[in-house]
């Protein structure tokens, strides 16, 4: 009688059907992922509340997705290289009960976790200030005789980091590989540019990790980023740290954060042995050079002693279980009975990490966390403050960097161990990203990168936490909310 409306509600109720029968099934998959409670529930949340829209978030977002043709591969080149890095274990030889057995412990978690070994006898030099790495690397690579290999999430063109791509076509031109893989969409404006183009001219080998695209979004995760930061030279020398190949005066200077203030490592010695492996595993993945060319070319090779530090390389990412960096962070955090210092620029903390802290201030640890007081991501800086009260309630010193976004990341516990490196204390960098650490059991490095957090210390201002109870209802309420997104950041 009303065939329109017949035709009309049929339509109606299909539509209806599809979307509960999607939000059931992804439901259904969402809880057998058996991920933390706190991600299970948000995604829950979000397909359940949002018809069509959660699921395609979730598709999207949800899910650790490299591609099935990426993860095949990365699988397939997973194990050589974990063979490739076995055979460190038969040449170290740490002295254990000098260090203590919290340090022992530590580093057998991480071996267990990434399959590298703590390795001994390296001389590490911490780099306080962006331009004094860079200014280093470019003398590094100018001395360079055989190989320059750089990784980097951000690489970014002006000032002094210009100088480091004159440095690498000096080196292709005198005969020197230099291969360079960046993040294709961290580095996106510079693999577009001048430079780009003058360094592939120039001999310089220049790929990008992760490339992006429309049709890629349908097989794997386009937020899932290669954050390491990563420079071998000739098999002896590295650098790591939380430093993106960028001059802080030319950069992001829009944003309202000022300078980016960062730290660098550079090291010699045994260890640098498995940041150039980590190196060539990550070319491989993005280029399939071939293994066997790698072990020709690629500059490895057993690198003499140089100093006293005990140090192990921790990578993490898709390739390793998710959780692995997580429990050594958490391991560190629970080993600490004098005091524990934390640097990040994003601080969004899953219930196992507060719970950590939580705990390391109540055995009467003194724990201090030192942010930017302005950060680059208002959902991030939304979902920190919602953190913020419960550890003042606790005792932890919160302290405000207000001298630029400070993007040091860095742990000193008891003042003789730390950990150092790429990762921050955001859900992203635990469970998603390709990042690197180092964990460094070596008091006098310990000491030295103490005094640096306590530099940023003194350049801060403490939160007070009445002032903050003071806030307004609204304010506690945004705060709030955005942390039920803090799983998913």
Not at 163 to 181: I, N, S
Not at 250 to 265: L, R
Not at 331 to 360: C, K, Q
Not at 388 to 410: D, M, Q
């Amino acid at each position: 009688m009303f065939p329109l409306f017949e035709s009309t509600g049929w339509f109606a109720t299909t539509i209806l059907v599809t979307d509960w029968l999607i939000r059931v099934g992804l439901s259904i998959r969402i809880i057998m992922r058996n991920r933390p409670v706190g991600i299970t529930l948000a995604w829950l949340a979000i397909v359940l509340i949002f018809p069509f829209g959660g699921a395609a978030l979730y598709l999207l977002f949800g899910e650790l997705r490299l591609g099935s043709r990426r993860a095949d591969w990365a699988a397939r080149i997973h194990g050589p290289f974990q063979q490739w890095l076995a055979d460190l274990s038969r040449r170290t030889a740490v002295d254990w009960t000098k260090l203590g057995n919290k340090s022992r412990s530590l580093a057998q978690l991480c071996s267990a976790a990434v399959g590298i070994p703590a390795m001994p006898d390296n001389e590490l030099e911490l780099l306080m200030d962006a331009q004094s790495a860079l200014r280093a690397l470019v003398a590094d690579i100018d001395a360079a005789q055989r190989t320059c290999h750089l990784e980097f999430y951000i690489w970014n063109e002006g000032g002094t980091a210009d100088d480091v791509v004159a440095a690498l076509v000096r080196a292709a031109g005198r005969g020197v590989t230099c291969r360079v893989l960046v993040d294709a969409v961290g580095s996106h404006d510079f693999l577009r540019g001048a430079l780009a183009t003058r360094m592939r001219e120039g001999g310089v080998q220049l790929h990008a990790a992760l490339p992006v695209g429309l049709t890629r979004m349908l097989f794997y995760r386009l937020d899932l980023r290669m954050h390491r930061k990563i420079a071998v030279i000739d098999g002896e020398i590295a650098y790591t740290g939380s430093m993106n190949l960028v001059d802080p005066r030319y950069f992001k200077q829009n944003e309202g954060v000022g300078e980016w203030i960062d730290a660098m490592v550079r090291m010699r010695g045994p260890a640098v042995e498995a940041l150039a492996v980590t190196f060539l595993e990550d070319w491989e993945l993005e280029t399939s050079e071939g293994l066997e060319r790698l072990r020709e070319t690629g500059d490895v090779h057993a690198v003499g002693a140089a100093g006293a530090a005990v140090v192990q390389v921790v990578p993490s990412g898709p390739v390793v279980s998710s959780q692995s960096i997580q429990s050594i962070l958490i391991t560190a955090i629970y080993g600490a009975r004098d005091e524990l210092i934390l640097t990040t620029p994003y601080f969004v903390p899953d219930e196992l990490l507060l719970a950590a802290i939580l705990s390391a201030a109540g055995r009467g640890v003194n724990v201090t966390i030192v942010l930017p007081k302005r950060v680059d991501s208002r959902l991030v800086r939304l979902a920190s403050q919602a953190h913020k009260g419960e550890l003042l309630a606790a005792g932890v010193r919160i302290v405000l960097f207000g001298g630029g976004l400070l993007h040091t990341k860095s742990i000193t516990v008891d003042g003789k161990l730390s950990l150092v490196g790429s990762m921050n204390l955001d859900p992203r960098s635990l469970q998603l990203n390709f990042e690197i650490t180092l964990a460094v059991y070596d008091e006098a490095f310990t000491q030295r990168l103490r005094a640096l957090q306590t530099a940023y210390i003194n350049r801060s201002t403490p939160m007070d936490l009445a002032r903050w109870q003071s806030r307004s209802a609204l304010v506690r309420f945004t705060d709030q909310a955005a942390r039920l997104l803090s799983p998913l950041l």
